[in-house]
């Protein structure tokens, strides 16, 4: 059942980078639009009375609406809002001092939720940069566990071990040469068979957390997995109100959010107003309650002939939303 816990607010489309697995609609807000401080303030007083507790940004890149996260960390914090994750590509400054001054006003602001650097082979940030702003953060926050690295597999699975790497290696020198917090970068699955040696057991913390690469929804190859995947009624990315730079709220901060299936209405409609858009939309019925594994089954059974199979079930809602059989 569709049952939000947390707004996503994506102030902004605008990026400084490019990357070629990026799924955002550029064309999303700018002047007009219904996401402003004002209508985001008020959100927040609507969510308060259903059981949402937490806010995370996302974008774009949402330091470039720094005026945006502040006010709207600050109204959180008055309202008793726990805060998630803002995810960032940690490369959108050009000067150390202007990104100290955003990173300053967000700290000042009261944000404390995790601040999630998207760091892969698609990124391909600068790791200098990316260790210039880890920098600032931990000593901002004066926090060694506040940054994590959220890092999209390569098409073929493997890890972008090179650049995690080579950050790797970046943050331990940083350390020995600024004096810095001791640090232990750890990944179950990952760092154990590459890092070995960089975990001398406190301080900073940085977490990796490898994501699968979601193939687009015309990627042939995206069809040749060997199984079916598992149902989990959107369990990770959804369960949240994503709000996206134009207002337009979506059950769902999965890549498939962009679609008009997952859109559930404006910022400016009420909570209930949304959830009844929710609860009537089959396809939301269909990823959080009959579950997209039975949606499958029943489409095979009624003979519909499928490319492949998928164990992404993001790339199925989102493959069905645009061929148009989410409905
Ligand atoms: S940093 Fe994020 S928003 Fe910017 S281009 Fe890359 S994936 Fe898209
Ligand atoms: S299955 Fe669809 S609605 Fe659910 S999280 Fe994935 S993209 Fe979003």
Redesign the pocket.
């Known amino acids: 059942m569709f049952t939000p816990k947390q707004i996503v607010f994506a102030p902004t489309g605008a990026?400084?980078?490019?990357?070629s697995?990026?799924r955002?609609d550029r064309s999303r807000g700018g002047n007009g639009s219904a996401l402003t401080v004002e209508t985001a303030v008020a959100f927040l007083d609507q969510c308060l009375a259903h059981e949402i507790d937490r806010v995370g940004f996302s974008?774009?890149?949402p330091f470039l609406a720094i005026d945006f996260l502040e006010a709207v960390s600050k109204a959180s914090v008055e309202r008793g809002f726990y805060f998630d994750r803002l995810?960032t590509?940690a490369t959108w400054f050009d000067d150390v001092d202007t990104m100290r001054g955003a990173l300053q006003r967000l700290y000042a602001a009261g944000f404390d939720g995790t601040i999630a650097v998207?760091f892969d082979s698609?990124?391909a940030a600068p790791v200098e940069k990316v260790l210039q702003f880890i920098k600032a953060v931990t000593g901002i926050w004066q926090r060694g566990d506040c940054v994590e690295l959220v890092s999209v597999l390569n098409r073929d699975g493997t890890a972008a071990v090179v650049y995690i790497d080579e950050l790797a290696v970046g943050l331990s020198a940083l350390v020995k040469r600024e004096g810095g917090l001791p640090m232990a970068i750890q990944d179950q699955a990952y760092l154990e068979t590459v890092r070995q040696g960089l975990d001398d057991g406190s301080g900073l913390y940085i977490p990796i957390l490898l994501m699968p690469y979601s193939a687009a929804a015309d990627d042939p190859v995206a069809w040749q997995a060997s199984r079916w995947f598992k149902d989990d009624y959107c369990d990770g990315p959804g369960n949240l109100f994503f709000v996206h730079p134009d207002g337009a709220v979506a059950a769902c901060c999965g890549f498939g959010n962009e679609n008009p299936q997952l859109i559930i209405g404006t910022i400016q409609d009420s909570y209930e107003r949304l959830m009844a858009s929710a609860t009537a939309n089959s396809h939301i019925r269909d990823c959080y309650e009959k579950g997209l594994g039975r949606k499958r089954q029943e489409m095979e059974a009624a003979g519909v002939k499928l490319p492949g199979k998928t164990d992404d079930i993001c790339f199925f809602c989102d493959w069905l939303c645009r061929r148009g059989t989410a409905e």
């Open positions: 990026c400084n980078l490019n990357c697995h990026c955002v974008g774009g890149e995810m590509n998207s698609y990124h």
